[in-house]
């Protein structure tokens, strides 16, 4: 079997597990990720908290099921972002030309010409900490890659014959974009931003590991390392189960991307 397909499975499966850890948080999660029990501090695994407990008491196998959600929710939301904006400006660039074109790009280049996290650190601190806010900071700093990449193939399948003959037979510019250009950019952004989910993963948990993201209590993967910093010596679970989440979850998008 070629590599390709070796990776798919790989990847396919990994993803399932996030997947089935997002959606069945609530049935898989044996307590309250919230639940405060000071009695239950820095506790090692046991039968009742089978990966152990927080600083807090809380059950760490919890926080992490649920941090699944918020952490791979936010990934998810920044790619429709992503995808929507830098997709729709690039294919109108590249579509009508002219000004339009001109303005679209020179706007993408300015967000180009500045690292993507150090552009997303500014954001913030424009628009203020919460998770909410980062998500558009990211969104924000990555879709102009998007939009010269849709611009570019918006250019190719405008030379091409079907196009050429669909404003031919009187086709209006909407229509035409919407069923000969949309469709071939979509299918070609999709994949490249398979590539991206594990990026956007790193940025998400290291914003709030800053403490510019989620907000605590909220169990969050970046969130659970911060508050774990004080115990690295003592308790250096606390770090290693968050930080293990995170590894798997970029390997995991990583592999299925480059599959």
Same mark, same amino acid.
């Given at each position: 079997?070629?590599?390709?397909?070796?990776?798919?499975?790989?990847?396919?499966?990994?993803?399932?597990?996030?997947?089935s850890a997002?959606?069945?948080?609530?049935?898989?999660?044996?307590?309250?990720?919230?639940?405060?029990?000071? @009695?239950?501090?820095?506790?090692?695994?046991?039968?009742?908290?089978?990966?152990?407990?927080?600083?807090?008491?809380?059950?760490?196998?919890?926080?992490?099921?649920?941090?699944?959600?918020?952490?791979?929710?936010?990934?998810?939301?920044?790619?429709?972002?992503?995808?929507?904006?830098?997709?729709? &400006?690039?294919?109108?660039?590249?579509?009508?030309?002219?000004?339009?074109?001109?303005?679209?790009?020179?706007?993408?280049?300015?967000?180009?010409?500045?690292?993507?996290?150090?552009?997303?650190?500014?954001?913030?601190?424009?628009?203020?900490?919460? &998770?909410? +806010?980062?998500?558009?900071?990211?969104?924000?700093?990555?879709?102009?890659?998007?939009?010269? &990449? @849709?611009?570019?193939?918006?250019?190719?399948?405008?030379?091409?014959?079907?196009?050429?003959?669909?404003?031919?037979?009187?086709?209006?510019?909407?229509?035409?974009?919407?069923?000969?250009?949309v469709p071939?950019?979509?299918?070609?952004? /999709?994949?490249?931003?398979?590539?991206?989910?594990?990026?956007?993963?790193?940025?998400?948990?290291?914003?709030?590991?800053?403490?510019?993201?989620?907000?605590?209590?909220?169990?969050?993967?970046?969130?659970?390392? +911060?508050?774990?910093?004080?115990?690295?010596?003592?308790?250096?679970?606390?770090?290693?189960?968050?930080g293990a989440?995170?590894?798997?979850?970029? /390997?995991?998008? +990583? &592999?299925?991307?480059?599959?």
């Amino acid at each position: 079997m070629s590599r390709v397909p070796w990776l798919l499975a790989i990847g396919l499966a990994m993803t399932a597990v996030l997947l089935s850890a997002v959606l069945l948080a609530p049935w898989i999660a044996p307590q309250d990720p919230l639940a405060i029990d000071t @009695a239950a501090r820095l506790q090692p695994p046991s039968w009742e908290h089978w990966l152990g407990t927080d600083h807090l008491g809380r059950d760490q196998l919890s926080r992490l099921v649920h941090g699944a959600r918020t952490s791979l929710g936010a990934v998810a939301a920044i790619a429709i972002l992503v995808l929507a904006i830098g997709g729709a &400006l690039g294919c109108l660039s590249g579509y009508a030309g002219g000004v339009i074109d001109a303005v679209i790009m020179r706007t993408s280049d300015a967000f180009m010409t500045i690292p993507t996290l150090v552009l997303a650190l500014f954001l913030i601190g424009i628009l203020g900490t919460g &998770l909410v +806010n980062v998500v558009i900071a990211i969104t924000l700093s990555h879709w102009a890659w998007y939009a010269r &990449l @849709a611009r570019g193939m918006t250019l190719s399948l405008r030379q091409r014959p079907y196009v050429a003959a669909a404003r031919v037979a009187g086709g209006s510019h909407g229509a035409i974009v919407r069923r000969h250009v949309v469709p071939e950019v979509a299918g070609q952004l /999709v994949v490249l931003a398979t590539l991206d989910l594990g990026h956007w993963m790193l940025h998400v948990a290291g914003l709030s590991f800053l403490g510019l993201g989620v907000e605590p209590p909220t169990p969050e993967w970046g969130i659970m390392i +911060n508050d774990a910093r004080p115990y690295v010596w003592t308790d250096p679970m606390l770090i290693a189960l968050p930080g293990a989440a995170i590894l798997f979850t970029v /390997v995991a998008l +990583n &592999l299925l991307g480059d599959a």
